[in-house]
Every structure is written in structure tokens, then in C-alpha cells.
């Protein structure tokens, strides 16, 4: 008798073990995933808007030089033929 409950326990302690821990790695890897994707998707956008943002600046700038430029050079020439 006293075999056959030692070999139930282990056969319960295995099952439940075996059990439980793919339960938590199931959870574990999803928690996990889930939070590398956050972070992930965090970092990517961060940096993307960083670099949208810099050329934007940087072309818009560009624009504004060449219209600023155009208008100013344009004036001074209105300036010269005036006087």
C-alpha cells in the first residue's frame, strides 16, 4: 500500500509540475512579448518621429532660406532701382 501512494504522489507531483510550469511559461512568454512589443514599438516610434521630424525641419528650413532669400534679393534689387 505504502508503494502505491508514493507512486500516485509521484505521479501527481509530475503531472501538476509538468503542468504548471507550462501554464507559467505560457504566461510568462506572453507578458513577456507583450512587453518587449510595447517597448519595442515605443523605441521605434521615438526614433522615427525624431528622424521625421529632423528632415522635416530640415526641408521646411531649406524652403524658408530659398523664399526668405528670393524675397530679400528681390527687394534689394526693388531697393537699387528705386533710388
Known amino acids: 500500500m505504502g508503494n502505491v501512494l508514493k507512486y500516485a504522489v509521484c505521479i501527481v507531483v509530475k503531472y501538476a509540475v509538468g503542468i504548471v510550469v507550462k501554464y507559467a511559461v ?33 526641408i521646411i528650413v531649406k524652403y524658408a532660406m530659398g523664399i526668405m532669400l528670393k524675397y530679400a534679393v528681390g527687394n534689394a534689387f526693388i531697393c537699387i532701382h528705386q533710388h
Open 26 to 58: 505560457g504566461i510568462v512568454l506572453k507578458y513577456a512579448v507583450g512587453i518587449v512589443v510595447k517597448y519595442a514599438v515605443g523605441i521605434v516610434v521615438k526614433y522615427a518621429v525624431g528622424i521625421v521630424v529632423k528632415y522635416a525641419v530640415g
